[in-house]
């Protein structure tokens, strides 16, 4: 009999996070609801006068920014309800209500840009002179007047807002199929139990000191999504359709630059990336070989890659264990930051264990007048105890930066997100290596550290390798099959893990599994934010308060500056290659070290 996952109604409450605190009930959701529609209706009305005088100016953008932070509200609160059940219609419906719901609202005020943008600079000048209150929303105005290059009518930029929904519909497609309707099958685990494979548990039997188990693992997880691979292809190829329609539009040269220029960044630090990791494969193929030579084995194959190097070092961390070692090994970034850890953990800002129909994975998600939340798929594993950190990072980022800066202002952009939550990992990484005294926990450690390079840098400029030929395939007019994702995805593996590993045909269609796929350009800053987490963490380390202070002007600033120039405050330039080659280098010293220990 195969262990099942419990139902949602059998988790306990005090492992599940505290949805009440953005809403007591769902009543007071529907008011919400009632009240966006009700600032929706009166910024309607601003059509054609939105810049008729600076009161109407100044009347528009404070209307839509309240209306925005209600919006911002209920569409978490539905958010996390469906994200806690997949399967769970209700909540899925009122998450799919709530998109309607914006779509209708983003169309039907889709002439507020236009109508900025159009208006005359010397206007402006003059309204910020009249009304000194207007002055609070000038960086807002210069943020819409960068992307005028991209901007259209307010015809097209309404009927551009109707496409919202439905672009959204191969991701929402994805998510329902990966995380609620599809099936794996089950494996015997190293004691003799029959096991379900899941999201949540493949990485820890891919972790088995028993290699058949992590060998049946691979298989029957990869035979699973090869059996819809075709299904899965069409919504991969309607991604990135939907993204070269958007960029096309915009007047984007094509869906990179779309996508990161939204984030005021130039392509050329994802190139850059793309570029110095390539440089740096030698490294890679190292620590494959590394691998194979440390687990004893003829060929290494893809299931082996999980798998701790240095056998019988593995201890289960519970999820109390881990809340305290993280709060330990914080210490270096203040009192003030962990009294908010510790606010996060003693109020239920976390959703920690599997359940069935739940989310994969993990995030931290919130709202600005609400605490953040985090959801998690906690398994008691060292893996486990950095994700706590890693989310808890993203949580305090969004804390302070909700703190500090007005609603508007908040909400950093997506290329500085992981940059915080990787900076917690290096730092428990530290502490861990530092309060150890045994050589073969030592190892054990550095294995891990090493793979976070792995699957950090290494696996996630892969990822952003593979969208960037997908997308650029797709752009020159090539159908993005079944077939066509796997051999790019295969050579790729190739590629990056080297000669001394067997890139096994079931990991051709892993593609199929990344969610992160349905993200626009997103992965490729995991990579940039590890590297730059680890010259923020070293700082840290070595110059105490006067870097904590900085990092933590870095946290604050939500958008308030360009993220480079943010990252700049804590002493990172990502407009050169150097953060890239110093993590890199990082990488090649532990190598160096782990060889000597072994």
């Known amino acids: 009999m195969a262990k099942e996952l419990l139902k949602r109604s059998e988790a306990a409450p005090a492992f599940t996070w505290n949805l009440a605190d953005m809403y007591a009930t769902p009543a007071a959701w529907e008011a919400d609801i009632q009240m966006i529609l009700e600032y929706a209706g009166k910024l309607a009305e601003k059509e054609g006068k939105v810049t008729a005088t600076a009161a109407d100016l100044y009347e528009t953008l404070s209307t839509q920014a309240i209306m925005e932070e209600k919006v911002d509200l209920a569409y978490n609160y539905a958010a996390r309800l469906s994200d806690e059940d997949t399967g769970n219609a209700t ?54 007047q960068r992307l005028k290059p991209h901007c ?85 190829n309607g991604q990135v359709k939907q993204l070269i329609f958007k960029a096309r539009t915009r007047n984007y040269a094509s869906t990179l630059e779309a996508s990161v220029i939204a ?27 590394l691998r194979k030579k440390m687990l004893q084995v003829e060929e290494l194959h893809m299931y082996d890659i999980y798998t701790p190097m240095i056998a019988d070092a593995a201890r289960k961390i519970t999820y109390e264990e881990a809340k305290e070692t993280v709060l330990k090994a914080l210490a270096p970034l203040g009192e003030d930051y962990i009294r908010i850890l510790r606010e996060g953990f003693d109020n239920r800002w976390i959703d920690v264990y599997e359940n069935e129909g739940k989310r994969s994975g993990a995030y931290s998600a919130g709202s600005y007048s609400t605490h953040p939340y985090i959801l998690l798929n906690h398994n008691d594993t060292l893996d486990s105890m950095f994700t706590l950190a890693h989310e808890m990072g993203h949580a305090i980022h969004s804390y302070l930066s909700n703190k500090n800066q007005p609603y508007i202002y908040s909400q950093y952009k997506i290329f500085v997100a992981e940059v915080a939550s990787t900076c917690n990992e290096i730092l428990l990484m530290e502490y861990l290596l530092k309060h150890t005294t045994d050589v073969k926990e030592r190892a054990y450690l550095l294995n891990h550290y090493l793979d976070s390079f792995k699957g950090t840098v290494y696996r996630q400029t892969m990822f952003a390798e593979f969208e960037m030929q997908t997308s650029a395939m797709a752009e020159a007019g090539e159908s993005l099959t079944a077939p066509v994702l796997d051999k790019v995805y295969h050579n790729l593996n190739c590629k990056y893990y080297g000669p001394d590993m067997v890139s096994d045909p079931e990991i051709a269609v892993e593609w199929a599994r990344i969610p992160h796929f349905y993200y626009n350009f997103y992965v490729y800053q995991y990579a940039t934010g590890f590297s730059s987490a680890v010259a923020i963490a070293r700082n840290i380390l070595e110059n105490g308060a006067p ?28 407009e050169t290659p150097k953060p890239i080659q110093d993590a890199l280098n990082v990488f090649g010293e532990i190598l160096d070290e782990m060889e000597k220990l072994v």
């Open 152 to 236: 259209l009518s307010t015809e097209m930029e309404k009927l551009m807002a109707m496409t919202s929904e439905m672009s959204s519909t191969a991701s929402q497609i994805f998510s329902v199929f990966n995380n609620a309707d599809l099936k794996f099958p089950e494996v015997m685990n190293e004691e003799g139990e029959w096991v379900r494979i899941t999201h949540g548990r493949f990485v820890g039997l891919e972790e088995s000191a028993d290699r058949r188990v992590r060998k049946e693992t691979f298989e029957k997880l990869y035979h699973t999504y090869k059996q819809y691979e075709n299904t899965l292809a069409c919504l991969y």
């Open 263 to 289: 984030n005021n960044v130039s392509p050329k630090v994802y190139e850059n990336l793309v570029t110095t990791v390539n440089d740096n494969l030698d490294k890679m193929h190292r620590y494959v070989r």
């Open 547 to 574: 870097a904590v202070e900085k990092y933590k002007e870095f946290l604050s600033g939500g958008c308030s500056q360009a993220p480079v120039e943010l990252l700049k405050i804590a002493g990172v330039d990502l």
């Open 91 to 144: 909540h899925q419906a009122m998450e799919m209500r709530l998109r309607t719901v914006i779509a209708g609202i983003s169309s039907n005020l889709a002439f507020i840009e236009p109508e900025i943008l159009d208006t005359p600079e010397e206007v402006l000048q003059r309204y910020y002179a009249e009304m000194p209150d207007l002055e609070f929303y000038r960086k807002q105005i210069l943020e819409i």
